[in-house]
């Protein structure tokens, strides 16, 4: 085979190309643009590129084992689609696929020895990059410009002057991502409320019934925790990216911290992988004991999301559960928190701290009812997540009880960010497409407080439940205008993504 500068450069592209193409495709997410994740690409690809020049060097014909595996590597990121293809999604069929690749892979490097096919996989991939890299432009300027916009003014807020260094009792709120009401978890995975949430009334939680979040997604029903108000409405303007909300506007002193410090009240955040740890020095961030330097990278949302579908996650996770090469659970919020309690109690024990605790469960992966995450389920979302919930109150009931034996006083919040999508389907329609009974179950959320004023806040959403707690702590009374409201957004894919639409409650 008559190897030129052609055949060199096909190599590079084929390696770079699916990073480019992710970073494309997640252009509107600015949570991808992490350190790690760009810190990963540039070892990875340089591993490639010493290879290359190394086999290079020895003879120009091992070049072509090079180009094998530039040819396995590009594939191997579609190893799931290639199952879905096949429908081959449930079962141990790893290994076809996997013969499969190495098939593609081979024909592909026969044919490279033709210059049209050559030339005619370079267009194609440089036309994927040329895309990507416009759908990046927006972003990249926008991340580049100093400061961030939000939409609401802390002044506007209603704060409270404490005096002195008075420290009112410690706050824990706790958010079991994607749990649904206890009405939505009756209906949809048969699990019975009354059942379910008689350990937390025992406890002295008032259990909200059917409450909604002030959004359906993550990162705006955060952001409304945040900013302490409902960052977007029917009657904003679109906007065109996720660089206003959550995880984003963390870094630039959102209303909240401002509140709880004006209040005397340390942040501390425990966040999942999806977000991470804030960079701003107003947060103490905790993480897993057990992080280490492979945990730094595989359990960057970014990077996990990169490998997410190939071959090379599929391997990993099977060795990772098997051998514990990363150690840590950063997803398991609840048990990161359980451990540093359990090693650092004293950090809590003179009250003054509310604690944010964001466990990415029972949101898929799906885990059984000791927290383990599970295959599986891919064709069986229901009982997955049925099995996730358990573990999620299993996970609250082991906070909780921890933090009533050792900070009786503390006032403890259970809220979840959204419910449920009943039919997957459903997420690209239009909003006038979408039935009541799909918005209401992803509206319902699980909503429990115990402590100060734990009835009304059991009523209120994120951008008023924190508000309400801090208040009743501190002067013993409360806003009797706080009332909640609820929109309905969309994710980036969906052709409505920048508009939200009012909910009113069933």
Not at 162 to 167: D, R, Y
Not at 291 to 317: C, E, G, R
């Amino acid at each position: 085979m008559n190897f030129t500068k052609s055949t060199f450069l096909l190599i590079i592209t084929l390696v770079l190309t699916p990073f480019i193409i992710f970073l494309g495709k997640n252009s509107l997410q600015t949570e991808f643009f992490t350190i790690q994740y760009f810190l990963f690409t540039f070892f990875y690809c340089l591993l490639f590129l010493f290879a290359c020049i190394s086999l290079f060097l020895v003879s120009k014909k091992t070049l072509i084992f090079s180009l094998f595996i530039a040819y396995f590597n590009f594939i191997q990121f579609y190893f799931f689609d290639l199952r879905k293809i096949l429908f081959l999604v449930e079962g141990n069929y790893g290994y076809y696929i996997l013969i499969l690749i190495v098939l593609i892979s081979l024909i592909a490097v026969f044919f490279s020895r033709f210059i049209v096919f050559r030339n005619f996989i370079l267009i194609l991939l440089f036309l994927n990059i040329g895309v990507s890299m416009f759908n990046l432009i927006p972003s990249i300027s926008k991340f580049l410009k100093p400061g961030l916009q939000n939409t609401t003014k802390f002044d506007q807020l209603s704060g409270i002057t404490t005096s002195g260094n008075i420290k009112y009792p410690n706050i824990f709120y706790i958010i079991p991502d994607g749990l649904s009401s206890p009405q939505v978890l009756k209906n949809y995975a048969d699990i019975d409320y009354k059942d379910s949430i008689n350990k937390f009334e025992e406890k002295n939680f008032f259990v909200s019934k059917h409450i909604y979040s002030s959004y359906n997604l993550t990162y705006l029903s955060l952001a409304a925790l945040f900013l302490m108000d409902y960052p977007i409405t029917n009657k904003s303007e679109i906007y065109e990216d996720r660089s206003n909300f959550y995880p984003s506007l963390r870094e630039y002193d959102p209303e909240i911290l401002r509140y709880l410090k004006k209040n005397n009240y340390q942040f501390v955040i425990i966040p999942p992988a999806w977000g991470g740890c804030p960079k701003s020095k107003e947060y103490r961030c905790l993480k897993p004991f057990t992080d280490t330097f492979f945990s730094n990278f595989f359990q960057d949302y970014a990077v996990s999301k990169m490998f997410q579908h190939s071959l090379i996650k599929t391997f990993f996770d099977r060795y990772n559960n098997k051998y514990n090469i990363t150690r840590s659970d950063m997803n398991d919020a609840g048990k990161t928190a359980l451990d540093h309690m359990k090693v650092n109690s004293e950090h809590w024990i003179d009250g003054g701290v509310f604690t944010m605790i964001h466990m990415m469960i029972p949101h898929a992966p799906y885990r059984d009812k000791d927290c383990n995450i599970i295959d599986g389920y891919a064709n069986q979302p229901k009982e997955g997540y049925k099995l996730s919930v358990y573990c999620a109150f299993k996970r609250i009931h082991e906070l909780s009880d921890f933090i009533i034996k050792n900070y009786p006083n503390a006032s403890i919040i259970v809220q979840a960010d959204h419910g449920i999508y009943l039919n997957k389907d459903d997420v690209n329609k239009g909003y006038q497409e979408l039935s009541e009974s799909f918005v209401d179950s992803r509206m319902g959320i699980f909503t429990a407080v115990r402590g100060c004023n734990s009835d009304v806040a059991s009523k209120l959403n994120q951008a008023n439940i924190v508000k309400n707690i801090v208040q009743c702590l501190v002067r013993g009374n409360t806003d009797e205008n706080l009332l909640n409201k609820s929109f309905f957004g969309f994710y980036e894919k969906n052709p409505e993504f920048g508009k939200v639409y009012r909910v009113r409650k069933k």
